[in-house]
C-alpha cells in the first residue's frame, strides 16, 4: 500500500504556536501511525505544489486582529486558483490559537475552504484564551486523529 500524504501549514510567531505546531507534528508522526508521511511547512514557504502533492492539510493559525493571519492568507491567496479545480474534496482540519474567541479566525478560514471545496474532517479546534498547556494534548490529540484517518482510509 502506497504511503500517504498529510500536510501540515501552520504560521508559528512564538514559542507557544511553535509548541502547538509540534504537538500537531508530534501526534501525526505517533509510531502506532506507520504509513503515513508528515510535511509541515510554514505557510509563507507553502503553495500550491506542496496541497497538490498530498493527501491531506491540517492548517494551524493565530488568531490576528479577528481574522487569521497574514501569514497564512498569503498562502491562500498563492494556492486558490491554481488549488481550485485539482483539490475539491481534500480532508483538512484547523486549529487556532485565539487570545480572543476565534470566531472571525475560523469563519475566515471555512470561508476559504468552502470555495476550494475542502472538506473539514473534524469540527475546528479552537485554543481560546490564556495560555493553557491542555492545548498542546489537544493539538496533538488533532494530528494523531487526522494522521489516523488517512492512513485507515476514513478520508
Same mark, same amino acid.
Given at each position: ?29 505517533n509510531p502506532d501511525i506507520g ?27 493565530? +488568531?490576528? &486582529? ?7 492568507? *498569503? @498562502?491562500? %491567496? #498563492? ?35 468552502t470555495g476550494l471545496r475542502w472538506?473539514?474532517?473534524? +469540527?475546528? &479546534? ?7 498547556? *491542555? @492545548?498542546? %494534548? #489537544? ?17
Open positions: 500500500m502506497a504511503r500517504r500524504r498529510l500536510l501540515i501549514v501552520a504560521h508559528t510567531p512564538s514559542p507557544n504556536t511553535e509548541r502547538l505546531r509540534e504537538a500537531v507534528l508530534r501526534g501525526a508522526m504509513n503515513v508521511t508528515v510535511r509541515a511547512i510554514p505557510p509563507l514557504e507553502a503553495g500550491p505544489d506542496d496541497v497538490l502533492a498530498t493527501e491531506a492539510v491540517i492548517l494551524g493559525t493565530t +488568531e490576528n &486582529l479577528g481574522y487569521m493571519s497574514g501569514a497564512l492568507k *498569503d @498562502f491562500f %491567496d #498563492r494556492s486558490y486558483y491554481p488549488c481550485l479545480e485539482r483539490t475539491q474534496g481534500l480532508p483538512y482540519a484547523l486549529y487556532v490559537r485565539a487570545g480572543r474567541d476565534g470566531t472571525g479566525t475560523r469563519r475566515g478560514v471555512e470561508t476559504i475552504v472538506r473539514a474532517v473534524q +469540527e475546528p &479546534l479552537i485554543c481560546r484564551g490564556e495560555w493553557r498547556d *491542555d @492545548f498542546v %494534548d #489537544r493539538c496533538e490529540d488533532l494530528g494523531m486523529a487526522m494522521a489516523a484517518g488517512l492512513e485507515a482510509g476514513v478520508f
